[in-house]
Each structure stands twice: as C-alpha cells, then as structure tokens.
C-alpha cells in the first residue's frame, strides 16, 4: 500500500482587530418612476438601494480588514466571511430629481454601519476532531467530521511557510458529498493516503501550534482557484496571497445558513 507523506507543519498568525469597529459610508441610490408608481414609493426604492449600497461597501471594509494577505490566515476563524452589516444612522446628504432623465429620482446618504455576524448554533454546523492532540514528529494523523446536514466539505492544511494544501477533495477523491449526521474520517481508513505530522525542512523550532480548517456548505461550491499539483493534491504557495480574498469573497456570496466551519487543533513537539 503506497504512503504518501505529507507535511502538516503550521503556525497561529495574528489578526488585525479592526474589524469590530462601527463605519459610517456614503452611497448613492437611485429609482425610476413608472406611471404606476407614487412618489413615496420611488424615494422608498432609492433610499433602500443607496442602503444596500452602503452596506456592501461597509461588508466589504469589514471583511478586507480581516483579511491579512497571506494564506495562513485560513488558519484563522473564516467565521469573519460571514459578516453583515446593519444600519444604526443615516442621514440624507442631497435627493432630487435627475436634471436630465426627469423620472429618474436621485438620492445621496450618509451610513452608520454595524458589523453583524451569525448567532452560533443556526443553519448548518460541522464537527471536526483530530486523532491526536499531542504528537510527536512522525505520528500518523487522521480527521474526524460530521455535518448537521447533507454537504459539501474541503479539508484545508495550511503550512508554516504560508502554503495551503487542499486535502479534500482531491485528485484521489474527488466526491466530498457528506451525509448529515454520519460519522467521517480523512483519510478514509481503506486509503492509500496517510497523513504524518512533520516538521518543516527549514524549521529549526521544537514546537509549533498546528490546525486543520475544515468548511462545508449545501451546495458544491468552486471556492478556490486552481493552484498547482503536489502528489494528489492541489497546494497554493504562500505567493498566492490572493487565494484567501477569493475564497473569503465566494464564501461572502453564500447564504449564513448554507456554509460553516470549525478548526481542530494539535501541538507538535520533536
């Protein structure tokens, strides 16, 4: 039976913390006015448009800023993809008709917006464990998960370096379907696959905090670009730092209740 050994080496990067932090944005919002239409009904859809307006600009800031640009911050909690925002001030900085389409109704606000992020416990959920919590270099390493409901599930390793690994699906196994409420291990135990947790080459360290990301959502998903090719799997090196905002955008694009996520945690000592 063939063993493929792969590095599984990686270690906890810090966040920028500014994300909290409420953000006043400034959007236009735009309505045309049908014969069918009231005037309160046309500024009502101009304002409500320059509000979804303000809050995916302020989604958007929320987001970047926890982003760091590299890859090792899929290491972190991607809980942070699924901000929203909500309004807590407005105020309306200019409105009128426009000059030259006279059914065209204009209107400019000013936002106060709050970062919103999911209740715990609601829409899908993920169980995620380790075999081992304490290893020595060398020591096999299996993954244990269960969904909540049937899904999708990728299997991230991210490396000291900064690379990331998708460990599912791959080449080998490509079908990531997972029954709800089933019990699930990576790799399987009939799998040529064999996962030991290694040191980098180049670390000169003895210890090191190491994490498995796992996300699941309903529908199959395309969440990554294509990276390159190592053995069976698909690797992002740590130049590709604008995997994380392409993953963290499409997750974005998702309803809160349609994807989740967990991380399981070991140490490593020599």
Aim: glycine letters at 4%; hydrophobic letters at 40%; proline letters at 3%.
């Amino acid at each position: 039976m063939k063993t493929i050994l792969f590095i599984l080496a990686f270690l906890l990067i810090p966040v920028v913390a500014s994300a909290d932090k409420p953000l006043w944005v400034t959007a236009d919002g735009t309505s045309y006015q049908s014969e069918m239409d009231t005037l309160k009904e046309v500024k009502d859809r101009a304002k409500r448009d320059a509000e979804s307006k303000a809050i995916e600009t302020a989604v958007g800031t929320f987001i970047r800023s926890r982003t760091l640009v590299s890859n090792s911050q899929i290491a972190e909690d991607l809980i942070y993809a699924a901000v929203r925002g909500k309004i807590t001030k407005e105020q309306i900085i200019a409105s009128d008709w426009d000059a030259k389409e006279r059914n065209l109704y204009r209107i400019k606000i000013k936002a106060l917006i709050e970062p919103v992020y999911p209740e715990k416990g609601e829409g899908l959920s993920v169980k995620l464990s380790l075999s081992k919590t304490d290893l020595k270099e060398g020591d096999e390493v299996k993954i244990f998960y269960q969904v909540s409901g049937d899904s999708y599930v990728y299997i991230f390793s991210i490396a000291a370096d900064g690379s990331v690994t998708l460990l599912l699906p791959n080449s080998n196994m490509q079908d990531n379907f997972t029954r709800a409420g089933r019990a699930y291990q990576f790799p399987p135990a009939d799998s040529p696959i064999h996962l030991k947790a290694m040191f980098l080459p180049n670390q000169k360290e003895a210890f090191a905090e190491e994490r498995i990301k796992i996300i699941a959502t309903r529908q199959k998903e395309a969440l990554l670009s294509i990276g390159f090719r190592e053995g069976i799997f698909q690797v992002y090196d740590a130049k590709s730092t604008g995997m994380i905002s392409d993953l963290v955008r499409r997750l974005n694009q998702i309803e809160l209740t349609d994807w989740t996520e967990n991380t399981a945690g070991y140490n490593l000592k020599r």
